[in-house]
């Protein structure tokens, strides 16, 4: 951790060693999204990202808030009354339920959920946020904020402020102060922790700093305006200055200006479209599908550079110099350098749980690859978010929200590149006042340390308390009796009622002396300064207590299972079997990560998603099923077949996934070609175009890591050779167009690669 600021270090920390809560803001520019993402790597919390709109969830690799938990459009009133309106619908506390009836999947992910992180949290309205914590309790059975589960909030206030509809805000402001999240009844009774990053990594001039601060807080001087103003050029003529935008505040006037520029060059059009495979709805496409460009064209990438080269980055802007059916060269002048542009792919995700491992994974059900491009004579306020501008012209004389000056300005690096079309004015671009009294929340330095040490102790004696408290497990199991009332005696299902007993009777006793032994933990716990050895000493004795007879359960509910998936009419039966493996597994896996936390604790170690899992505890379930497969032979009519379909609900079950960091996309495709499938086969699997993958292997070719002969035939390496003898290095475009089908862009791509590795 020691590459990040003391404000990130203490995030990370919140996020690993404690259930507090925690809302991380920052000015832009200081590295909000880079934290995310080091937070999602590391943590070894289940953890699930959403964000308010579709563009949103998918840059922050997450999904929708109204997807993740099936929420309505409706506004919510947190409230049982019925509210009526003659022309306008609202959900309350007593309506919204029927929303919540929801598949097997996503129930599992919320029931399993440790970490909920909500990115760009300036848009979240505070009635949806109550909605969510509603949502989770009444899923998860938490009477608690958020059913229990730390929640991270993500972003700046002062940027992208909520829309509320006034018909709905005429109902809303009976229970609503305002119109921010944190203005929701859950963040008013339960504050996060308030972390604001404030090392700025985008500018470095102090003067620009300073203005920027001033512009944000409501302090902007006489003085920083006549700075400011010092750089107003009202002719000035974007066409005449190749690298620089104007940044606008208005939708039509953005596309205005770049449809007349595009319109008056006289190179031809070349339009290019995206590569959709399987589920990715229009509605979360994130650039316009159809993208025309002409040579001589201003774009900008709106992406970064995803290969070692690190070409380019989100917002830096170039001029077309070549275009052709499948390539796309952009130069920039200041570095006398032009590159190709790869086609990115955007990941259209859903969450399920892991049935072996009981953790929560993301599935890619949908791809859609497009050039991350777009027209950069002009670009709005609002979509220059999380960009960053070596030149721009800005006009903010119709700023029409508070903070979007402040925005606008941001996107620069210095003063040196900035442009104003007319004079800044001191009224009209003031930030928003409510957003800037919550500021006062934030966390000095003494506080953070003083709640972390707090914080951790809480997070300890709760983990803890939760791994040996079996009332869940208890509950389930006596269910499951119970529900043997409603069986007639001769039913298949009746001739177990015993065998349930009798594993009632077991977890009954477990559940009475686990609150003797959680007495113990909570009276060592809250010691002001806990004796971390006999804590230690104590949780050991305890695991291998209950883990022998938990264990025995595991064993004897999957022999079980096996047995009844040979009879017939009985899928309800199996599947309340399934159910309680489901809870005996997590039970036994929540006892190993109690026994990690302690060894982690007693060592010193910090905790995050390398320390706090192991093997063990990765691969019990398939460890287990492995061991029993001599016992399940010996069941009548048993028959070996997928165990996923025997042991899990799911018609799929994917392998548990190693202890290993997440690998790159590029490592997953290079892993799969070991496997000997060929590029449509990798793919088909991986859900990506054949396109996206011919790209990987450029970029592996120029890691090194293989060669052109790896890929490609000898005869089609002569036959290249000749093609490329008189090469200029240029753009492919005309290769392709004197040799037609005769060689495919991927293979001139990937041999003009291999020429100059």
Same mark, same amino acid.
């Given at each position: 951790?020691? /590459?990040?600021?003391?404000?990130?270090?203490?995030?990370?920390?919140?996020?690993?060693?404690?259930?507090?809560?925690?809302?991380?803001?920052?000015?832009?520019?200081?590295?909000?999204?880079?934290?995310?993402?080091?937070?999602?790597?590391?943590?070894?919390?289940?953890?699930?990202?959403?964000?308010?709109?579709?563009?949103?969830?998918?840059?922050?690799?997450?999904?929708?808030? /109204?997807?993740?938990?099936?929420?309505?459009?409706?506004?919510?009133?947190?409230?049982?009354?019925?509210?009526?309106?003659?022309?306008?619908?609202?959900?309350?506390?007593?309506?919204?339920?029927?929303?919540?009836?929801?598949?097997?999947?996503?129930?599992?992910?919320?029931?399993?959920?440790?970490?909920?992180?909500?990115?760009?949290?300036?848009?979240?309205?505070?009635?949806?946020?109550?909605?969510?914590?509603?949502?989770?309790?009444?899923?998860?059975?938490?009477?608690?904020?958020?059913?229990?589960?730390?929640?991270?909030?993500?972003?700046?206030?002062?940027?992208?402020?909520?829309?509320?509809?006034?018909?709905?805000?005429?109902?809303?402001?009976?229970?609503?102060?305002?119109?921010?999240?944190?203005?929701?009844?859950?963040?008013?009774?339960?504050?996060?922790?308030?972390?604001?990053?404030?090392?700025?990594?985008?500018?470095?001039?102090?003067?620009?700093?300073?203005?920027?601060?001033?512009?944000?807080?409501?302090?902007?001087?006489?003085?920083?305006?006549?700075?400011?103003?010092?750089?107003?050029?009202?002719?000035?003529?974007?066409?005449? /200055?190749?690298?620089?935008?104007?940044?606008?505040?208005?939708?039509?006037?953005?596309?205005?200006?770049?449809?007349?520029?595009?319109?008056?060059?006289?190179?031809?059009?070349?339009?290019?479209?995206?590569?959709?495979?399987?589920?990715?709805?229009?509605?979360?496409?994130?650039?316009?599908?159809?993208?025309?460009?002409?040579?001589?064209?201003?774009?900008?990438?709106?992406?970064?550079?995803?290969?070692?080269?690190?070409?380019?980055?989100?917002?830096?802007?170039?001029?077309?110099?070549?275009?052709?059916?499948?390539?796309?060269?952009?130069?920039?002048?200041?570095?006398?350098?032009?590159?190709?542009?790869?086609?990115?792919?955007?990941?259209?995700?859903?969450?399920?749980?892991?049935? +072996?491992?009981?953790?929560?994974?993301?599935?890619?059900?949908?791809?859609?690859?497009?050039?991350?491009?777009?027209?950069?004579?002009?670009?709005?306020?609002?979509?220059?978010?999380?960009?960053?501008?070596?030149?721009?012209?800005?006009?903010?004389?119709?700023?029409?929200?508070?903070?979007?000056?402040?925005?606008?300005?941001?996107?620069?690096?210095?003063?040196?590149?900035?442009?104003?079309?007319?004079?800044?004015?001191?009224?009209?671009?003031?930030?928003?006042?409510?957003?800037?009294?919550?500021?006062?929340?934030?966390?000095?330095?003494?506080?953070?340390?003083?709640?972390?040490?707090?914080?951790?102790?809480?997070?300890?004696?709760?983990?803890?308390?939760?791994?040996? +408290?079996?009332?869940?497990?208890?509950?389930?199991?006596?269910?499951?009796?119970?529900?043997?009332?409603?069986?007639?005696?001769?039913?298949?299902?009746?001739?177990?009622?015993?065998?349930?007993?009798?594993?009632?009777?077991?977890?009954?006793?477990?559940?009475?002396?686990?609150?003797?032994?959680?007495?113990?933990?909570?009276?060592?716990?809250?010691?002001?300064?806990? +004796?971390?050895?006999?804590?230690?000493?104590?949780?050991?004795?305890?695991?291998?207590?209950?883990?022998?007879?938990?264990?025995?359960?595991?064993?004897?509910?999957?022999?079980?299972?096996?047995?009844?998936?040979?009879?017939?009419?009985?899928?309800?039966?199996?599947?309340?079997?399934?159910?309680?493996?489901?809870?005996?597994?997590?039970?036994?896996?929540?006892?190993?990560?109690?026994?990690?936390?302690?060894?982690?604790?007693?060592?010193?170690?910090?905790?995050?998603?390398?320390?706090?899992?192991?093997?063990?505890?990765?691969?019990?379930?398939?460890?287990?099923?492995?061991?029993?497969?001599?016992?399940?032979?010996?069941?009548?009519?048993?028959?070996?077949?997928?165990?996923?379909?025997?042991?899990?609900?799911?018609?799929?079950?994917?392998?548990?996934?190693?202890?290993?960091?997440?690998?790159?996309?590029?490592?997953?495709?290079?892993?799969?070609?070991?496997?000997?499938?060929?590029?449509?086969?990798?793919?088909?699997? =991986?859900?990506?175009?054949?396109?996206?993958?011919?790209? /990987?292997?450029?970029?592996?070719?120029?890691?090194?890591?293989?060669?052109?002969?790896?890929?490609?035939?000898?005869?089609?390496?002569?036959?290249?050779?000749?093609?490329?003898?008189?090469?200029?290095?240029?753009?492919?475009?005309?290769?392709?167009?004197?040799?037609?089908?005769?060689?495919?862009?991927?293979?001139? =791509?990937?041999?003009?690669?291999?020429?100059?590795?």
């Amino acid at each position: 951790m020691e /590459h990040l600021s003391k404000a990130a270090q203490y995030t990370l920390q919140f996020i690993n060693q404690t259930n507090k809560s925690v809302f991380l803001t920052g000015k832009a520019g200081t590295g909000k999204t880079t934290l995310l993402k080091e937070i999602i790597a590391t943590s070894h919390k289940n953890t699930v990202v959403v964000a308010p709109t579709g563009i949103a969830a998918l840059n922050a690799g997450g999904v929708t808030i /109204h997807s993740m938990f099936q929420l309505p459009f409706s506004a919510f009133i947190p409230d049982y009354k019925v509210v009526t309106s003659s022309q306008h619908k609202f959900e309350t506390k007593s309506t919204i339920s029927k929303h919540f009836r929801m598949n097997g999947t996503k129930k599992q992910v919320l029931l399993n959920l440790e970490l909920l992180i909500i990115d760009e949290v300036s848009m979240l309205r505070p009635d949806v946020l109550d909605a969510i914590d509603f949502m989770l309790q009444k899923v998860r059975r938490v009477d608690a904020p958020f059913g229990g589960i730390q929640v991270l909030f993500i972003g700046d206030l002062l940027q992208l402020p909520p829309v509320i509809k006034q018909e709905d805000w005429f109902e809303l402001k009976k229970y609503y102060q305002g119109m921010f999240f944190f203005h929701s009844q859950v963040i008013q009774q339960n504050p996060p922790m308030y972390i604001e990053l404030d090392k700025i990594y985008r500018q470095d001039d102090e003067t620009f700093i300073s203005i920027l601060n001033n512009l944000r807080n409501n302090k902007i001087t006489t003085e920083n305006i006549a700075v400011l103003n010092q750089y107003v050029k009202p002719d000035f003529n974007i066409k005449n /200055h190749n690298g620089c935008i104007i940044v606008t505040t208005h939708n039509a006037k953005a596309d205005e200006i770049n449809k007349e520029a595009l319109a008056e060059l006289k190179t031809k059009t070349f339009s290019y479209f995206p590569e959709l495979v399987e589920d990715f709805p229009e509605k979360i496409y994130p650039i316009e599908p159809k993208m025309d460009l002409k040579v001589g064209a201003q774009v900008m990438f709106i992406k970064n550079d995803t290969s070692f080269e690190k070409n380019y980055f989100n917002g830096k802007i170039g001029t077309i110099t070549s275009l052709a059916e499948k390539e796309i060269l952009v130069h920039f002048p200041d570095e006398n350098k032009t590159v190709e542009v790869d086609l990115y792919t955007w990941e259209n995700i859903k969450y399920t749980v892991n049935p +072996d491992t009981k953790e929560i994974e993301e599935t890619v059900v949908g791809t859609f690859s497009h050039y991350p491009l777009k027209l950069a004579w002009a670009i709005t306020v609002h979509k220059s978010q999380g960009l960053t501008f070596d030149n721009a012209a800005l006009d903010v004389s119709r700023v029409f929200a508070p903070g979007q000056a402040y925005v606008a300005l941001s996107r620069l690096r210095s003063l040196k590149g900035l442009i104003l079309l007319s004079p800044i004015q001191l009224n009209g671009i003031s930030s928003d006042s409510e957003v800037l009294n919550y500021a006062n929340n934030k966390a000095d330095e003494t506080i953070l340390e003083q709640s972390l040490a707090l914080e951790t102790k809480h997070f300890l004696r709760l983990e803890l308390c939760k791994s040996f +408290d079996f009332r869940q497990l208890a509950q389930e199991w006596r269910n499951h009796l119970f529900s043997y009332n409603d069986e007639v005696s001769n039913s298949t299902k009746s001739k177990y009622r015993t065998w349930a007993q009798q594993n009632e009777s077991i977890v009954a006793a477990l559940f009475e002396t686990s609150q003797k032994f959680i007495n113990q933990i909570q009276k060592i716990c809250y010691q002001e300064t806990i +004796d971390i050895p006999f804590l230690a000493e104590r949780c050991e004795a305890a695991y291998h207590y209950y883990f022998k007879t938990l264990d025995y359960q595991v064993t004897d509910l999957l022999l079980k299972i096996a047995e009844v998936s040979n009879l017939k009419k009985v899928k309800t039966f199996h599947d309340e079997l399934l159910e309680l493996e489901e809870i005996q597994v997590k039970t036994v896996l929540q006892l190993k990560k109690s026994m990690l936390l302690i060894k982690n604790l007693v060592n010193g170690i910090e905790f995050n998603k390398k320390t706090m899992s192991s093997d063990d505890m990765k691969f019990y379930k398939i460890n287990k099923i492995g061991s029993l497969s001599e016992k399940f032979k010996q069941i009548d009519g048993f028959i070996e077949k997928d165990h996923s379909e025997t042991f899990s609900k799911k018609t799929k079950s994917k392998k548990s996934k190693s202890t290993e960091p997440k690998k790159s996309t590029i490592e997953i495709t290079l892993e799969l070609w070991k496997e000997n499938l060929s590029i449509e086969e990798i793919a088909a699997k =991986r859900k990506l175009t054949v396109a996206s993958i011919y790209n /990987h292997f450029t970029k592996l070719i120029q890691m090194e890591v293989l060669t052109i002969s790896d890929i490609m035939s000898d005869e089609k390496i002569a036959a290249l050779h000749e093609v490329f003898k008189d090469y200029n290095g240029e753009g492919l475009g005309l290769l392709k167009e004197k040799h037609g089908d005769t060689f495919s862009w991927e293979e001139l =791509r990937l041999f003009k690669v291999g020429l100059e590795n």
